[in-house]
């Protein structure tokens, strides 16, 4: 039978200080399954004592702590549980907010993102709250489909953004909105508040001079079956080694043992599986190897480790491919863009130098595996009906777009729209729907699948229609490659131009629109004019690899841009824009 604290004896006073004491040292000696134990039998016999409930909650927490940092999530997220529970019985909310967070990631790892909306709203409501709890619940209300008060959010968060509070992560900002100004501010308020360095730490590069080669390292965690892979495997395949000296850094998976992830290391004789080093021991590793270019193939996307590069490890370092606008560090010499994506009005809003590359910036692996023929029946798609196509991640899907979709499907009702599935947003997206009285026949959403059935299964679709204000990307490249047409619409900002930056490499310029209106006519135009996408289809298979899908081509230029910067560091020149033109050698 428990003893309340107002009964309690000398002597009970005597063994709860006691069973504390010898808790505090297992705890500082990490040895917390034991700290556990002995608590957990002073709790049976000693009812609501709040230095109980503390020491299990910390406890609990710091074991999760560790399953965490070794990304052993269902363990974290099991101890991570506990904790708070405790927490909350000792009326101690210190780390409550820590222990959402890192509970909303072990739920995001999972794909459970209705838990980790959960655990955002939890946060959000803190009280005082964390200056990224808008940012935190903005994202996870995206990933829902959860638009009900997502604007008010989002203009709190834009109105702190302009006073150098990060109130939205950058990644978030690039999915909800187009303008480039924002976006800035997102990305240099979140990089001086968590990212950039205050080590001074001034290392010189004088071996570096003196290399007969350059040196190049691309750091990512993506060297497997990651969208990332897919785009970036040609590239490595044909770059020059008799010029260059490359090497892989890898902080991610690397056993998955899939076609793409061995010929990715296949590519690089300098491969290193940095996951278990600390942020600093890759940096001191980049010295040791005395890398000369530095590419960061990550940016500000999930499981980065941008600040391997705070200290500015490396002469030139670049950031390509990972994330679709500025990083606003203070430790990035350049971004690797082309003409389209930044233009007169853009360009203020990349804290980078950039060097510009003739075509899509976005390189494209033209080794994809073979296209399976599927037919519609297979695949339980319509055979007599028109296929609006959008398989894009489910968090670029926003009510603004799905307003537009709606009023093309209400005119066309021989069109049906293909979405992916997620069972987050499945059942909001049936609601959203029906309440604009598109019935679920006039919907269909497919799960996803391996690359190779993704893209083929592409090809049975009529139209890709692009995502605002976030444009597919790799999805987009997938499409063309399978022959589907898009139509697009171009904004302001880096993430929105994306499809039309590619678009415009094989000619098809005429696809991208500059407002809503003009993109739901250039749809509606094509729904009624199957010829017409014949013809863009047979446009697309005799144009795609020229220029878009041509890794040779498209090194070429690259290992240009990578000797330019070379030579304008070692000859003391200030670092500044350059731009690759068509045709230039070596």
């Avoid at 500000?300 to 941008?306: A, F, L, V």
């Avoid at 039309?500 to 250039?522: F, P, Q, R």
């Avoid at 090194?555 to 990578?562: G, V």
Wanted: net charge positive.
């Amino acid at each position: 039978m428990q003893k309340e604290f107002n009964s309690l004896t000398k002597n009970d006073i005597l063994e709860i200080n006691s069973t504390l004491d010898i808790s505090n040292k297992y705890i500082e000696n990490n040895k917390f399954n034991l700290a556990i134990n002995i608590l957990k039998d002073a709790e049976k016999k000693f009812n609501n004592i709040p230095e109980i409930f503390y020491n299990i909650a910390i406890s609990n927490f710091l074991q999760a702590k560790e399953f965490f940092e070794k990304q052993n999530y269902l363990l974290a997220k099991s101890f991570y549980k506990k904790a708070e529970s405790y927490f909350l019985l000792a009326k101690n909310d210190k780390f409550l907010s820590a222990i959402y967070i890192n509970l909303s990631i072990c739920y995001q790892h999972f794909k459970n993102y209705s838990a980790m909306k959960l655990y955002h709203e939890k946060i959000a409501n803190l009280n005082p709250k964390p200056e990224f709890s808008d940012a935190l619940l903005s994202y996870s209300k995206l990933c829902c489909a959860d638009w009900e008060g997502l604007d008010e959010i989002l203009d709190r968060a834009y109105k702190e953004l302009k006073k150098n509070i990060s109130s939205i992560r950058p990644f978030t900002c690039m999915l909800v909105t187009d303008d480039p100004e924002l976006q800035y501010f997102s990305a240099v308020n979140f990089c001086n508040k968590y990212i950039n360095s205050n080590d001074n730490i001034n290392y010189d590069y004088k071996k570096n001079i003196n290399h007969k080669k350059i040196k190049i390292a691309y750091l990512s965690s993506d060297f497997h079956n990651h969208a990332t892979a897919h785009l970036i495997a040609g590239i490595f395949e044909k770059q020059d080694n008799q010029k260059f000296d490359y090497y892989a850094l890898s902080y991610g998976v690397n056993n998955d043992n899939s076609e793409i992830s061995l010929r990715l290391k296949k590519s690089f004789s300098n491969f290193f599986d940095v996951t278990d080093k600390t942020d600093k021991d890759i940096e001191l590793l980049l010295r040791e190897l005395e890398i000369d270019i530095a590419v960061d193939l990550k940016g500000h996307t999930k499981e980065n480790r941008i600040q391997i590069l705070k200290n500015k490890p490396c002469p030139i370092q670049i950031s390509y491919l990972g994330f679709p606008g500025t990083l606003g560090t203070n430790f990035i010499d350049y971004l690797i863009l082309d003409e389209f994506i930044v233009n007169k009005e853009n360009r203020k809003f990349f804290k980078e130098n950039i060097i510009y590359l003739p075509d899509c910036y976005q390189c494209n692996d033209e080794k994809k595996p073979k296209l399976i023929k599927f037919t519609r029946k297979e695949l339980h798609l319509p055979e007599d009906k028109i296929i609006l196509c959008s398989l894009n991640n489910t968090h670029k899907y926003n009510k603004k777009l799905f307003d537009v979709w709606v009023d093309i499907l209400k005119k066309n009702k021989n069109t049906v729209l293909w979405l992916l599935d997620d069972k987050a947003i499945k059942d909001n997206i049936y609601d959203y729907f029906n309440k604009q009285d598109i019935k679920n026949n006039q919907i269909i959403l497919s799960p996803k699948v391996e690359t190779q059935t993704h893209v083929s299964r592409l090809a049975l679709a009529d139209l890709f229609l692009d995502s605002f204000p976030c444009n597919a990307h790799t999805t987009a490249s997938d499409a063309l490659f399978a022959n589907l047409p898009i139509i697009t619409l171009a904004g302001k900002s880096m993430s929105s131009r994306v499809s039309s930056s590619l678009l415009n490499t094989i000619g098809l310029d005429d696809l991208v629109s500059s407002n809503i209106e003009e993109y739901k006519k250039k749809i509606n135009f094509y729904i009624k004019n199957k010829k017409e996408l014949k013809k863009l289809r047979k446009k697309i298979e005799q144009k795609k690899f020229e220029k878009l899908f041509n890794s040779e081509t498209f090194i070429k230029n690259l290992e240009l841009a990578y000797t330019n910067a070379w030579a304008k560091f070692k000859n003391g020149n200030k670092i500044a824009d350059i731009f690759i033109s068509k045709g230039e050698n070596l």
